[in-house]
């Protein structure tokens, strides 16, 4: 999980995006008080406490897990969304990025 609220760094992220392996289809997603998590549950799925979510990652496209932590264009992709999303984001949905 990463606090938006507090501030954050590519390093921050990059974690966040390894804390998750690349087995399943995941999806990041932001908390109204400010939590980025990377949720098992995606789609439309158990969305009311959200401000937004990103698409769902597929399983094995490497979007989460050491070798998507290891990338460093996506890991800045992601860091770049999420602090021009938070606190006001563009849609509850975002899929282009």
């Not at 966040?16 to 087995?23: E, R, V, W």
């Not at 401000?51 to 989460?64: D, H, K, Q, V």
Request: one cysteine or more.
């Amino acid at each position: 999980m990463l606090d938006l609220t507090q501030p954050f760094d590519v390093d921050d992220v990059r974690k966040l995006i390894a804390s998750k392996d690349d087995s399943v289809h995941r999806q990041l997603r932001v908390t109204k008080k400010g939590v980025a998590f990377i949720s098992d549950k995606v789609g439309s799925e158990d969305t009311d406490d959200l401000i937004f979510r990103l698409e769902t990652f597929c399983a094995g496209n490497s979007y989460t897990g050491e070798a998507a932590a290891a990338d460093t264009h996506w890991v800045s992709k992601i860091h770049e969304v999420l602090k021009s999303n938070w606190p006001k984001p563009v849609d509850s949905y975002i899929d282009s990025y």
